[in-house]
C-alpha cells in the first residue's frame, strides 16, 4: 500500500513514526524550511526531521494549489495529513482510491481550523479530543470516521496538551485505519449546527486584556504556552507572562475594587499580583525582551527589581 503522509509540528510526528512503523509511508509532504529567530537559522520543521531520520522522501511545496504532481506520481492508495497547514487541492484529496484522511485536534465539528488546541483551552473548554475524518476541500468539514475525547485538565498548557492528543490521535489512527483498509469504517456527515471555529492565533492576541476576568486570563496564558507565549507592556517595555495563578482574595478585590485594571497592587517574594476584572492574577514566570525565562523570585532579585513596583501599571 503506498501512504502518503502530510504533516509539519511536532503534533506529527508520533503519528508519523506510527504509520511508517505499521504499514511503511512511501513519501512526506511538510511546509518549506523557516528561518527562525533573530539569527535567521533555516530550520526544518519536526516532520522533515523526522522523515529524513527513518528514510523517507520529502517533498516541500511553496504553494500545494500549483506544485503537487508528485503526490501524484507517488501513486498513493491513502492520503493521511495531521496539522499539515495548506489548502490542499480536490486534485489531490479526490485521488486516493482509500481517500485522504485527516488527524484533528478536536471533536468535530466543534473547533475546526488551525489552532483548535489552543483555543479549547483559551474557551474554557473542559474537555476536547481527536477526530478522524475524510477530507474536503471546505476547512474540516469532512465526514467523520472516529473520535475519542480527552479530558482538559486545570493545570494544562497547549504544549502538555499537544502532547496528549498526539498520542491520542496515533493510538486512534492505529485502531481506525484497518476499517479503512477493508472499507468497513464508519462515514459520519457533520452536524452543521455544531459548527465552531478554532482560526489560527494572531500576534494581537498575545497582548494580556487585564479587563478580563481571573479564569479568562490564566486560561489565556495558559493556552499561548510554551509558545508563543503572552506578553504585556509596563514603562515602554514588553514582558513576556510565562506562568499565572489566579488569586480569589476578597481583602484584595475589596481594598483594590476602585483601583485600574492591570494595577501591580502586590508584589510578593515569589510572585506579582495585578488586579483584573474580578480578583488579583499572580504572575510567576516571566521573560524580558533578549532575556531568559525566570521565575518571578530571581526575576525580582535583578532586572526586575527597579522595573516591577506596587502602584505601576501593566498596560
Not at 19 to 24: K, N, P, Q, R
Not at 26 to 55: C, I, M, W, Y
Not at 93 to 99: N, S, T, V
Request: glycine share 8%; proline share 5%; charged share 25%.
Amino acid at each position: 500500500m503506498n501512504i502518503v503522509f502530510m504533516g509539519t509540528p511536532e503534533f506529527s510526528v508520533r503519528i508519523l513514526e506510527a504509520v511508517h512503523g505499521e504499514y511503511g509511508v512511501n513519501l512526506v509532504v511538510t511546509q518549506p524550511d523557516k528561518l527562525v529567530g533573530r539569527k535567521k537559522v533555516l530550520t526544518f520543521s519536526p516532520v522533515k526531521e523526522k522523515a529524513l531520520e527513518l528514510g523517507i522522501e520529502v517533498f516541500q511545496p511553496i504553494n500545494m494549489k500549483l506544485d503537487y504532481a508528485r503526490i501524484l506520481e507517488a501513486k498513493p492508495d491513502i492520503i493521511i495529513t495531521a496539522a499539515y497547514g495548506q489548502m490542499i487541492p480536490n486534485e489531490v484529496i479526490d485521488y486516493p482510491r482509500l481517500g485522504a484522511i485527516n488527524v484533528h485536534g478536536s471533536l468535530l465539528p466543534l473547533l475546526r481550523g488551525g489552532a483548535p488546541i489552543q483555543r479549547a483551552i483559551k474557551r474554557l473548554h473542559t474537555t476536547t479530543g481527536v477526530t478522524i475524518m475524510y477530507m474536503a476541500y471546505k476547512m474540516d468539514s469532512g465526514d467523520i470516521i472516529s473520535n475519542r475525547s480527552i479530558s482538559i485538565m486545570p493545570n494544562y498548557t497547549s504544549g502538555i496538551l499537544f502532547d496528549k492528543l498526539s498520542i491520542l490521535g496515533k493510538e486512534l489512527l492505529l485502531e481506525t485505519l484497518p476499517s479503512i483498509i477493508e472499507g468497513t469504517n464508519n462515514r459520519i456527515p457533520q452536524d452543521q449546527h455544531l459548527v465552531t471555529y478554532a482560526y489560527n492565533l494572531k500576534r494581537e492576541e498575545e497582548r494580556i486584556n487585564w479587563n478580563l476576568g481571573m479564569s479568562e486570563i490564566e486560561a489565556h496564558v495558559r493556552s499561548f504556552s510554551p509558545e508563543p507565549s503572552c506578553y504585556t507592556m509596563i514603562d515602554g517595555k514588553s514582558i513576556k507572562i510565562l506562568s499565572v495563578e489566579k488569586f480569589p482574595c476578597e481583602s484584595f478585590e475589596e481594598s483594590h475594587s476602585e483601583d485600574p485594571n492591570g494595577l501591580i497592587v502586590k508584589v510578593f517574594k515569589d510572585s506579582i499580583g495585578v488586579k483584573c476584572l474580578n480578583g488579583v492574577i499572580k504572575i510567576t514566570a516571566v521573560q524580558l525582551e533578549g532575556k531568559t525565562k525566570q521565575r518571578v523570585k530571581v526575576f525580582l532579585n535583578g532586572a526586575g527589581r527597579n522595573l516591577i513596583a506596587e502602584q505601576k501599571q501593566f498596560i
